[in-house]
């Protein structure tokens, strides 16, 4: 009888260590969106029980160019609107399923002060620049350096 017993706890015990084991299975895998200028991360990691998880990532720098046009596309004279910021993070807590978690984690551009004058111009987004990116696991101390990345915005896209 008291080898029965012991069963059960044997699998407690050994469901207990699967869970306190999280790795990637799939990622981080990095892209950047050359229509919108976004960063994003995809990834998949199990073994991770059923706390939530915290992921964030942060940059160094980003640097956004944006060129005023004119409502038929067309560029006035002027030299394009730089703007950089330091230090930027996304984060978010996600629930696992199964030990399990599947997402996407995103940096999407600022616009900060950047700005057309005259009547009838209209800023747009026409480069993104992401310098120093690191994607973590924060929850449990997982993280991966992402390098830097960034292009051109094809076609450029309107900013409000």
């Given amino acids: 009888m008291k080898k029965l017993m012991f069963l059960p706890i044997l699998v407690f015990a050994f469901a207990t260590a699967q869970a306190q084991s999280p790795h990637f299975i799939r990622g981080p895998v990095p892209s950047f969106d050359a229509s919108t200028g976004d960063f994003c991360v995809k990834f998949t990691e199990a073994g991770l029980g059923n706390t939530p998880i915290t992921y964030t990532m942060t940059v160094n720098n980003e640097t956004f160019t944006f060129q005023c046009f004119t409502r038929s596309n067309n560029t006035p004279q002027g030299d394009p609107n730089g703007q950089s910021f330091s230090n930027e993070s996304v984060s978010t807590t996600i629930q696992p399923h199964n030990g ?26 026409i480069e993104a620049q992401y310098e120093g990116i690191t994607f973590c696991d924060a929850t449990n101390n997982i993280c991966f350096d992402l390098g830097d990345a960034g292009g051109n915005v094809t076609p450029p896209i309107r900013f409000p």
């Avoid at 399990?100 to 987004?125: M, N, W």
């Fill in 100 to 125: 399990r978690i599947r997402s996407s984690l995103c940096l999407e551009p600022l616009q900060g002060d950047a700005g057309c004058q005259g009547h009838g111009l209209v800023l747009k987004l």
